[in-house]
RNA sequence: GCCCUGGUAGCUCAGUUGGAUAGAGCAUCCGCCUCCUAAGCGGAGGGUCGCAGGUUCGACUCCUGCUCAGGGCGCCA
């Protein structure tokens, strides 16, 4: 159940029959613990509407209840303050133990596509590619959990002008017989060898610039070497998401090149709409009205290039056409970098006027801020050293072992290895999902890889402490009922009992920071009632077990939809 | 020049359809391990919410102007 809809709905069918039309209670989590649970804070605006005293407004208001579940009071220029009782709490509680959703009711199931994370198969996965993964892979666990019809398409991009180069560099280096596993076994190091050669090395350039071709034209040694170096590189791409603990897998790709032969495909039907496709330039355009570039001039979707040649505008509506005419999406996620907003509300214009979106058809940008050197400048995609996606992997696992090591020194090896990996990992996802997704922000070991405050090791760590008290309890199944005596008690359990709103409003705009706020005040919380709150001293410990069951309940079950896991000691 | 983001404590960031005294973490300082894991808990200091107007009973939140930073703006992706 949600408490909040629960609570919103009550207030605003009474607050709606007294003004006398659609009044909405405005009910939220009270700010402040003197206020209550929650407050509804509907009433200014109503009784302003009808030009009546708000306070008491309110009052009249109240008396329409009759609140077995809560119990309530005006304040200030006319809140209401609502107290849950805690019977209720409780009651509730009880409940949520049968629960596998955890009170998260299931929504109704609807196809969603959702584009993260789309590495360049050029180049090895750097930590530019983090936010897109990690971001979109939070939010296609959530929606799975919520019981939607979820498709991961992963838009790898494995076509384009840059394999030229790579492709005569392989080439190159194999008739000097080096082996071509060991060649890419470093792919950043063989992209940046590739595009240092081109730059310098003319007849070398020219040599790139004939692959380009050739592999346009589909000849067969050519597409045999590229399917080589995507082969290749796809493994790495998979040996991060592996790492990394990300569900994409080989099956969720659909790279560029998928797409080639609809590109055609798509300049006929474009071309078939009256007047949308025009060219200029030599280039085949789509122009509207709402785009404008400098001086005001119209500014182009451009479909197809001057020389015949492809831009990505067309791989995109391709891949929006394939989304709703072959998958039949209902909605599309794009988990993509705030940098590409006006190429995507392109897309989407074009895509809704050549009817490849439907009315009831969503397609959603969500952008997120890049990730900036600590110099304040971003970190190069092109060329130059990126911080590779691998190493901070290894580090972050590399400190956590450290760390563990230094504060269980008596669990085996293999073990603090094991967790080593999982709060490694967790740290740098959490890291990453705790923040607004839009802001920029700036790459820093320390910040990314720390294990103190508000991060995922506090979330695991209360955890693992759950996990003690039930290692040490020794008990088989719970058999009693949930009570709450101590004002702790009372906060955890309406916490938990809050989970459901936490996913919801995650889900409004698919901000994963909210999830993680959330999980880290529950933890909080429980780590108050650790602290206040004895269990395994009780005669009976019996309530408190069961408070602490559904917490780690929450606890995993939250950590897991961020795409972080859980250990049993730490 | 135009368009899009953003500016909140020393640093990194929250702040949910406008609500009551703007919150965390890190860092600094003070307390707490004969007691279920101290990766923890309790407490202290730290703010003209970029600036100026406006709307409102009420503005960090909405509107306008200014300013600063970043991004984008015809054949790279």
């Known amino acids: 159940m949600n408490i909040k809809h629960f609570l919103d709905q009550t207030f605003t069918e009474s607050l709606s029959s007294l003004a006398g039309s659609d009044t909405p209670g405005i009910v939220k989590q009270a700010q402040r613990v003197e206020f209550g649970h929650y407050q509804a804070n509907g009433v200014m605006g109503a009784a302003k509407k009808i030009k009546t005293n708000p306070r008491e407004l309110a009052q009249q208001l109240i008396s329409t209840l009759d609140p077995e579940t809560f119990t309530t009071e005006v304040a200030g220029p006319g809140f209401i303050n609502v107290h849950l009782r805690t019977s209720f709490i409780a009651s509730e509680l009880n409940k949520l133990r049968e629960d596998a959703l955890l009170g998260v009711v299931p929504v109704e199931q609807t196809k969603i596509v959702v584009d993260y994370s789309a590495p360049n198969l050029a180049k090895e996965m750097h930590v530019g590619h983090l936010r897109s993964t990690t971001i979109g892979d ?32 392989m080439d190159r280096q194999s008739q000097k017989g080096e082996s071509l596993s060991t060649e890419l076994k470093d792919l950043e190091k063989f992209y940046q060898a590739a595009s240092a050669l081109f730059k310098s090395d003319e007849e070398f350039a020219k040599t790139a610039r004939g692959y380009v071709v050739h592999l346009q034209n589909g000849d067969p040694k050519c597409l045999e070497l590229w399917q080589q170096f995507i082969d290749e590189s796809i493994r790495h791409s998979q040996e991060v998401y592996e790492k990394f603990d990300i569900t994409l897998t080989r099956d969720d790709i659909r790279a560029e090149s998928a797409y080639n032969d609809d590109l055609p495909i798509v300049i006929q039907e474009l071309g078939e709409m009256q007047g949308l496709l025009v060219e200029s330039e030599g280039a085949k355009c789509v122009f509207f009205d709402e785009f404008k570039g400098k001086d005001d001039k119209p500014l182009p979707a451009i479909i197809q290039k001057s020389d015949g040649g492809y831009p990505y505008m067309a791989t995109d509506l391709a891949a929006a056409r394939y989304r709703t005419r072959v998958l039949n999406a209902d909605k599309v996620l794009y988990v993509v970098g705030g940098e590409q907003l006006l190429h995507l509300r392109q897309v989407f214009a074009v895509a809704g006027a050549a009817g490849y979106i439907q009315d009831n058809q969503e397609f959603r940008h969500l952008p997120f801020g890049m990730v900036l050197k600590a110099d304040g400048s971003r970190f190069k995609t092109r060329d130059g050293a990126d911080v590779k996606l691998i190493d901070v992997l290894d580090e972050a696992i590399n400190r956590a072992f450290a760390l563990v090591s230094e504060k269980n020194p008596s669990l085996a090896e293999s073990e603090r290895q094991e967790i080593a990996k999982v709060v490694g990992i967790g740290a740098v996802k959490y890291a990453e999902l705790s923040k607004n997704r839009t802001t920029d922000y700036i790459f820093d070991w320390d910040t990314m890889l720390s294990f103190e405050g508000n991060t995922a090791p506090y979330l695991q760590y209360a955890y693992t402490r759950i996990r003690s008290i039930f290692r040490r309890a020794s008990v088989e199944a719970l058999e009693g009922e949930i009570e709450l005596v101590e004002e702790v008690e009372i906060r955890l359990g309406l916490k938990i009992l809050q989970f459901p709103e936490a996913i919801e409003s995650t889900l409004e705009d698919y901000q994963a920071n909210v999830l993680c706020n959330y999980l880290y005040e529950l933890s909080g919380v429980f780590n108050t009632f650790y602290e206040q709150c004895p269990v395994l001293a009780l005669d009976n410990p019996t309530s408190r077990l069961l408070i602490c069951e559904l917490t780690s309940r929450v606890l995993k079950q939250g950590l897991s939809l961020l795409g972080i896991t859980t250990v049993e000691q730490m």
Not at 141 to 169: P, T
């Open 138 to 169: 939070a939010i296609v666990r959530i929606l799975e959990f919520l019981g939607q019809d979820v498709i991961r398409a992963n838009h790898v991009g494995d076509w384009g002008a840059q394999f030229g180069s790579l492709l005569a560099y």
